[in-house]
């Protein structure tokens, strides 16, 4: 059996390969491969929200519409990938039936894993109370538990999702401790400056944060999770959740293509050094407009629009066309919701900017959504980096209402090349109830202006 676009993974950059490959001939045909069974694919974002009630389990998994040219083969994963053929060996994960299929074009959006730290005790612990949470499945698990009765639970990493995951049991009335062993979380996404807001946010909301404290030991008695040892300090818990980053699924790949630590090294078109496999989302380091050169985010907004990007070259090079598409790049925007609190960023934080540049520096301001005398505005506080230059190369948010949609201006700054004079003088859309006239952001711009000068 042939097909002329196999995508591997059916996550977000492998849903958007095959829409965008089907989109661009009415010629292609189109499979998608993925060990997942019962449905097609689900957004991982959503799962802390699904621990408090705010969206349901089942609402977060999706459905990929049967097409005409579209062969779904779920519940198989590929196991090996012969470029010189252009053939993928296929596995039936129920069955261990193994059958080939031969492609024109393979794009590889096989995601990433969780991380399982090096914790005495954790592998034993997994399913008895301790779990990493990165599917529906595992969502599924920590609500059954939590409806069995938990009074207290440790959260294993102070990244995005654990301070999500804390906040959300915390709501449940849940005891939380996130420990970390970082002095504090999110390095090179946010400076210590930032992090501490929203670490005081979620202290406020009952939240014991253990930064710099290791996660030694999970117990276990009588066959389920009791407590831990972290910091040298025994403490009782009845459920542990693993959210200690990912590593890419890049291991069909091994040996076949150019890689940076694990990661598939892929062009502007998402092509990699294999003739004829493109790739696609957080398997990648694909390339971006900062100095970092390649960057890998594990951003489901990244993995869409590079899936988009690879399935619109696959379908051109499969009918003979020349892969023009083109990826922009990424800037590694991002933005979580940790209870009412907003947090983004995008590009660089202060220290990696100073190692590519030493002239570069932040400026920090407080602003308000809103002009003071207007009833509901919510306070934030914006930073922006530049470079000795004046060209933006990162920002920061943290606050209130309308965090998420100004970082989204700060990456597109950071995009196109655009200083601290220029982005002074971006116009934006006023009126009181929704924003104020002087806009925090153009403020901290203009502070960042003003140190450039006085520099200057």
Known sequence: MKCDVVVIGLGAAGLWAAREALESSKDVMVAVVDRRVGYDTYSPCALPFTLNGEVGVENVKHSLPDLPRLKKMLGREVTKLNPEERIVTIKDVATSEVRSLEYGVCVVATGSSPVLPSIRGLREALGRGATTFSTPEDAMGVLSTLER?????????????????????????????????????????????????????????????????????????????????????????????????????????????????????????????????????????????????????????????????????????????????RYLGSVGVFAAKVGALEVAAAGLDLRSAKAADPGAFAVKMKGSSLPDYFPGGEEMTVKIIADGSGKVVGGQIVGGSGVYWRINLIARAIMEGIGVDDLSLWEMAYTPPLSDIYDPLIHAADRARARLRRRR
């Open 149 to 325: 009765g938990v009074r207290r639970a440790l959260v294993v990493g102070c990244g995005v999702v654990g301070m999500e995951v804390s906040h959300a049991l915390s709501e449940r009335g849940v005891e939380v401790v996130c420990a970390d062993a970082l002095p504090y979380p999110l390095p090179g996404v946010l400076d210590e400056d930032m992090v501490k807001m929203v670490i005081g946010h979620l202290v406020k909301e009952g939240v014991d944060i253990r930064l710099n404290t290791a996660v030694e030991e999970i117990l276990l008695q009588g066959g389920a999770v009791s407590g831990a040892y972290l910091g040298g300090e025994e403490v009782p818990v009845e459920m542990v959740i693993v959210a200690a980053g990912a590593r890419p699924n890049s291991h069909i790949l091994q040996g076949l293509v150019e890689m940076e630590e694990g990661y598939v090294v892929v062009d502007e078109r998402m092509r990699t050094t294999q003739e004829g496999i493109y790739a696609a989302g957080d398997v990648t380091a694909a390339p971006s407009p900062l100095p970092l050169g390649r960057i890998r985010t594990g951003l489901a907004s990244v993995a869409y629009l590079q899936g988009k990007v690879a399935g619109r070259n696959a379908a051109q090079e499969v009918v003979g066309g020349n892969p023009s598409e």
